[in-house]
């Protein structure tokens, strides 16, 4: 039997990694490091300061493989994500084959493990499709709705009154439905194809990080600026994370 831990980091910030999560990375005898591409290097570089800091076991190895591209062309966004998973299953596949007789591996995982991130599907995956035998455990971690409302100064919800936690993608089609909507994944940036100006929002990108950029304020008011603010620093970075809270209402109001 082979031990697989799927590690929750933080959103980028090392000292965000929890007691539990640094002591799991010192029981692995592996940590699988994902790398992107040239464009993405930073964040390859994020995992490495963490080992750099916290594996203090002597032995462990780190392992870096190369994480395919999504391909969409003459696909639907669910085939997409489906054949992407089939591939990264493969490799996470060899991964697991290549550890020892009860040896343990460990995945690093941005913000939380059971938060908009697939590591747990496709191990799941990989134990469903193969002849693997391993178990595995998740560790949690910080994720970046807790960060953002840090940086805000803000509960993410209204008392009394629900939240929702979606994607850009929805957003756009629906619209905003409840009182306090979590945006995530947001390429599109459709806050500012919402029709409701009188709307707030508490926006952040690189949370946790030297590079955090928060803004907030009526969305009629800022949306424009997220805007400029946003493609600036994509361009800078060659990369962004971003994440808001688009919020309707005040405690006790209804």
Not at 24 to 43: Q, W, Y
Not at 85 to 102: C, K, M, R, T, V
Not at 248 to 254: A, H, L, S, T, V
């Amino acid at each position: 039997m082979k031990h697989i831990l799927i590690i929750g980091i933080g959103t980028g910030n090392p000292e965000h990694l929890t007691i539990q999560a640094i002591n799991a990375m010192n029981a692995a005898d592996v940590i699988f490091l994902p790398v992107k591409g040239a464009g993405k290097e930073e964040l390859a570089e994020v995992r490495r300061e963490i080992c750099e800091r916290y594996v203090t076991r002597p032995g462990i190895r780190i392992t870096e493989f190369q994480v395919p591209q999504r391909q969409t062309a003459e696909r639907t966004y669910t085939q997409s994500v489906d054949a992407w998973h089939g591939e990264i299953a493969h490799i996470y596949g060899e991964l697991i084959s290549s550890l020892p007789d009860d040896g343990s591996g460990a995945f690093l995982v941005w913000g939380d493990p059971s938060l908009y991130d697939s590591t747990i599907r496709i191990i799941e995956r990989v134990q469903r499709e193969g002849s693997l035998d391993f178990d595995c455990r998740v560790i949690p971690g910080i994720t970046s709705i807790q960060v953002l409302a840090a940086s805000h100064k803000i509960p993410v919800n209204l008392v009394g009154k629900p939240i929702e936690i979606t994607t850009g993608r929805r957003l756009a089609r629906d619209g905003l439905l409840t009182d306090s909507t979590i945006v995530m994944l947001d390429g599109e940036q459709a806050f500012a194809k919402i029709d409701d100006p009188d709307a707030e929002i508490f926006w952040g990108a690189y949370l946790g990080t030297k590079d955090e950029i928060v803004r907030s304020g009526r969305l009629g008011d800022i949306a424009a600026d997220i805007l400029t603010l946003r493609a600036e620093a994509r361009q800078r970075h060659g990369w962004i994370m971003d994440i808001y809270l688009l919020r309707k209402g005040r405690d006790f109001e209804g």
